[in-house]
């Protein structure tokens, strides 16, 4: 496997200061061959409130579902730690929210128990004969985004049922088939289809070129809102992994599945499902030093493959403590940290088991500073100059489509899980499996279409049994003792980045959890600085003036927070919880301990 130069990484980094602005420029121009081409998720035409809880003893969840919130809260009251109320809500979610996620799809969790911060990555992976050159037409070019979307080599090998498994072996305190039984029931007598569902269906309409439009449409309408929606097949799929919880892979259900993949021409074999294991190491943990000395915050984040944790941890390491989220010089200083950090995503983050990802040099206090530096300046964009040529290859699908879900979970004991996880595009590739009641992901469309970087070989390139780069961002933050201080997530495409960012940085800032999840997000993953319109006409005008390019839109995030309150004692801690109000989750709690 080709390794990047690590010590050509680290020997720049101690150069001169104009080589490391040389370094800047090299990252971006690797950005632009390596961004990802799908865009987060439509946005409702106005925010719903916000759902919030305050001062919880016995566990707080947050998830973007009515139906998984009091899934996961009614598992915490029966005793299940924050793993199995975790678990039990992702079911629920595969079947209320298919645009989302769900077993054809996968995710990444951090678990926090009473020694460690774990994290678990479900990625879903490239067959083992994947080559290269898998989304490259004849002559050599980049299939068009929509093209790769929509077809069988889109699909990677799910990963949710094993990470569910997975997390239950080590964190779960309630019986395998507990978890499951919400879900079966649901799916059996049915629950009523939300608007964004529904929105959803209407806004993806490949779905009625598959075996999907049996199922999402009736008297050839998209299902409406409030439609009394049943799925047996799904009903019948978790009672086989009730029974074998291997089964999507090695048993009864993976000839199923095999089959389908067959059926649309799909390269994933037998070999590649028997073999796919989810990846168990230590989180990310960095404390934010600009914090109070002697109450230091510790952020966990998952490491590689996914590059929401280096790019999080960067960003928040490099800003300067007094960071005016008010003013126009702190959203410029914020947005060119995100910048700057999108450029190292595209050149030196991939899956570490393919690729040397320099994760101490990129997290180090002597690269922070520069970057810290170069973010403080006013360019705020010369687009000529430092930020220039960092656009995609190729412009985004025209909509915005609903995709990726997160929970967040406290429980009485203090464990805590963070989750996020996805089929990439809405309803991922649209290819259905009828007999198993799930969407199969799109997942592989987040490897780089072209091979090659400004270093050589790309760190996200397409190669067998590797796991595509992801934004997923999964947060718990731990206070100097080593406690639960904050659970944070999002879906969002690579906006995900943005979105935790934001909240992370107005609770850490003494903000309500309230505010966190609704306040106007301000982001910048390449040229364009992205703003709500609700950031107000001042300042958007003020930003214009700076030298912002704008990007004015409604944006979905689904912030899903959870940080201890101000009421909290050593001896009886408690936690709020709040809901982003741009989508439909519900944030729910137990007062006292169970």
Known sequence: MAATPAYLYGFMILLKPCFALLLVMIGISAAAQSTDRSEPEKAYAEKKPVSSVHYQAGGVCVSANPYASKTCLGILRAGGSAADAAIAAAFVLGLVEPQSSGL????????RNANTVLSYDGREIAPISAKDSRFLDSSGAPLSFTQAVHSPLSIGVPGMSALMKSLHEREGKLDWSALLAPAILLATQGFTVSERMSQSIASSPELKLTEAKNVFYVDDQPLPIGFLFKNPSYARTLSALTQDPKSLYTGALSQSLLAFLNQISSDISAADLGSYAVKIKPALCRKLPKTDPADPIKLCAAPPSTSGGIALLQIMQSLPADLDLNSVQGLTTLTNAQALSFADRGLWVGDDEFFEVPVDLLLS?????????????????????????????????????????HISVVDAWGEAISMTLSVESAFGSKYYASDLGFILNNELTDFDFTPNSAIGPAANRVEGGKRPRSSMTPIITLDSSGKVLGVVGSPGGSRIIGFVTSALLRLTQGSSVEHSVSAPLVLRRFVQTEVEPELGSEMILKLKDTGHTLKIE???????????????????PTFDGAADPRREGLALGIPEAP
């Not at 520069?370 to 699908?397: C, H, M, N, Y």
């Not at 899903?560 to 001896?571: C, F, G, L, N």
Request: glycine share 10%; no cysteine; proline share 7%.
């Open 104 to 111: 054809g799809g996968g995710g990444y969790a951090l678990y």
């Open 365 to 405: 206090h002597a690269y922070l500073d520069t970057r810290g530096k170069l973010s403080q300046q006013a360019f705020s964009i010369p687009q000529d100059q430092v930020l220039s040529g960092i656009e995609p290859l190729e412009s985004a699908p025209a909509k915005d489509t609903p995709n990726t879900t």
């Open 554 to 572: 409604p944006m979905a995030s689904g912030l899903a927070v959870i940080w201890r309150s101000t009421k909290s004692t050593t001896t009886h």
